[in-house]
């Protein structure tokens, strides 16, 4: 579905990312972890066009992606790390859902406000919830009406960066149904970053690492923590116990 070759970015002449390969299957569901600062945020945000890489190419099902493009803007959604920076702060979340039916005209015009309702409703966003604007809703709920308004674009590919880190353990297993439910009802591709293992365990099939600019190690998550070789993919699962 994703495959992203040789991919090198720097900043200032500083390189964070430096050549990496990562295929994502479709409908699998693959974890990325490293360390803080390693440079997971910076490739979720090159493969959405968000940031421009030096060097290297990312193609959706084959085509180089065109970033530019409003297909490829639907096709492909990355949901910030930080919730509140990913909602525009004037928008109620019903406002934020139906902006993107709207903008990818996805749907009946007319059945639009009550589709936005129920995918917000489905993230756990009631209806009095959906009419406040970011500021007057949890980090939590901000981050279910990002994750809402992005599954409502119906993309192929969703990369979701650290979409665990700010919610509490409750939220946090609340959030992994719900990707599960939406990943069973449509097998969408799903690239989820962390810098945590245990989300990882229980949501992917496969978990790669970055270190040092590359993907230092890629396996099927039974084999990842059973015969892990690199280094920091050790020191992740014996953090586990
Ligand atoms: P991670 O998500 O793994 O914590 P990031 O991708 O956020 O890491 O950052 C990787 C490195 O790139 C860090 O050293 C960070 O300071 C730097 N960086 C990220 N974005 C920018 C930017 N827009 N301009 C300059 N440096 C950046
Ligand atoms: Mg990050």
């Avoid at 409003?70 to 919730?83: F, G, I, K, N, S």
């Avoid at 297993?173 to 365990?201: C, G, N, V, Y």
Wanted: hydrophobic fraction near 40%.
């Amino acid at each position: 579905m994703l495959t992203i070759s040789n991919l090198h970015k720097s900043f200032h002449d500083q390189p964070v990312l430096r050549g990496i390969d990562l295929k994502l299957e479709a409908g699998e569901i693959v974890g990325l972890i490293g360390r803080s600062g390693s440079g997971k945020s910076t490739l979720g945000r090159c493969m959405v066009g968000l940031e421009t890489a030096q060097s290297g190419e990312v193609l959706l099902q084959g085509q180089k992606i065109v970033f530019g493009q409003v297909e490829t803007r639907r096709r492909v959604q990355y949901l910030w790390q930080d919730p509140v920076q990913a909602l525009s702060p004037f928008l109620s979340a019903h406002a934020t859902v139906l902006e993107t039916l709207n903008g990818f005209r996805i749907g009946d015009k007319q059945d639009r406000n009550e589709h936005a309702g129920k995918l917000l409703d489905g993230f756990g966003i009631t209806k009095e919830l959906s009419t406040r604007r970011p500021h007057m809703l949890s980090g939590g709920q901000c981050q279910r009406v990002a994750m809402a308004r992005a599954v409502a674009a119906q993309p192929d590919v969703l990369i979701l960066d650290e979409p665990f880190s700010s919610l509490d353990l409750v939220t946090q297993l609340s959030t992994m149904q719900l990707l599960e439910r939406i990943h069973a009802t449509r097998p969408l591709t799903i690239l989820i970053i962390s810098h945590d293992l245990a989300p990882l365990l229980r949501l992917c099939k496969r978990i790669a690492v970055l270190d040092q600019g590359r993907i230092a190690e890629e396996l099927p998550k039974d084999d990842f923590l059973k015969g892990a070789s690199h280094a920091l993919s050790r020191a992740y699962v014996e953090q586990l116990q």
